[in-house]
């Protein structure tokens, strides 16, 4: 068995050029059995495709000749730096060998034992029989919702033709549609919608689903508002507490959320437990702190000019 190390790293069998370094240094293992099979694993960051399809990291996938491989979309690996297997020599000289020994065998028994009367209506039996098995000329490609919703037929895919795959109809609560895969977990062959391919089998392709998150976004809705906050990602359907506001005003008390810069729209208190279908925005409400005379009295006819004192104010 040969393996050949495929990268962009000056120790690797195969060296591929790239100034981009979109190539990895390490990015893919060709597998040559004494037999002459094949197999690629892909390494990389940037992924290693087979006839346009995007394999999965680290499992070895058989490979042929007649496969383009690209890695990264930047370079298509040439097949002539692999010599080429000469196991037909092999099968050429034990070819040879059975043919000898099956005509020394026959001349020993014309020989030896009288030549059988053939019974010519068995001949003609067995004849009939082979002519009338008929070969497959399609593959069956079967869609599993994997825990998703719907029904799809199997697609019959003509045998060494190029045919795209009919659009996946499957849906699931929650979760967004990424493609398919010839394995449950997502570790085999990915394959994406509509994808073209060519089938040397019948296949089952199981849905991917990756569960679909809304971002919360924190205004300040004031100047001179202190303090930042990160949007808040959220899994939809999932009930979770917002994160604690850190925002400060200095003359202000912040009071909670509200949809509308205004507060005229939806209130959120401070740290509220949230179920989300969609992304939310959510403006901070601000109460004007009274003011407080020297002395310690609250300000009375000071005040009266004191606009929004004690009232939400959004800016």
């Not at 390490?26 to 990389?44: C, E, F, P």
């Not at 979760?175 to 085999?188: A, E, I, M, R, S």
């Amino acid at each position: 068995m040969k393996s050949y190390s495929i990268g962009r790293d000056k120790a690797c069998d195969i060296v591929l050029n790239d100034n981009t370094d979109v190539i990895s240094r390490r990015h893919a293992v060709l597998t040559v059995s004494s037999s002459g099979k094949m197999t690629i694993t892909d390494q990389s960051t940037n992924g290693t495709y087979i006839n346009g399809q995007r394999i999965s990291s680290n499992v070895p996938v058989p490979v042929t000749r007649k496969d383009s491989i690209s890695f990264a979309h930047v370079t298509t690996f040439d097949w002539n730096i692999i010599p080429k297997s000469n196991k037909w020599v092999t099968y050429l000289i034990i070819g040879l060998a059975v043919a000898l020994v099956a005509a020394l065998a026959a001349v020993y028994i014309t020989q030896e034992k009288p030549k059988p009367i053939q019974d010519d209506s068995t001949v003609v039996t067995d004849t009939i029989s082979n002519n009338d098995e008929k070969k497959p000329t399609t593959y069956t490609v079967t869609f599993d919702p994997n825990e998703g919703q719907g029904i799809m037929e199997p697609q019959q895919v003509p045998i060494g033709m190029k045919t795209g795959l009919i659009g996946n109809t499957f849906t699931r609560e929650g979760y967004d549609f990424t493609g398919w895969n010839t394995q449950t977990d997502g570790k085999g062959m990915n394959y994406e919608d509509k994808a073209t391919v060519t089938l040397s089998d019948n296949i089952t392709l199981y849905a991917q689903w990756k569960q679909r998150t809304h971002k919360v976004t924190f205004e300040p809705n004031a100047r001179a508002v202190k303090g930042k906050m990160e949007p808040q990602e959220i899994v939809e359907g999932n009930e979770t507490t917002l994160t604690p506001n850190i925002f400060t005003r200095d003359g202000y008390t912040f009071v909670g959320w509200n949809t509308k810069s205004n507060g005229k729209g939806e209130d959120y208190s401070d740290k509220a437990v949230v179920k989300l279908k969609e992304d939310l925005k959510l403006y901070a409400k601000w109460i004007k702190k009274a003011k407080v005379k020297e002395g310690g009295d609250k300000g009375g006819d000071d005040d009266k000019n004191d606009k929004g004192k004690g009232t939400f104010i959004g800016a």
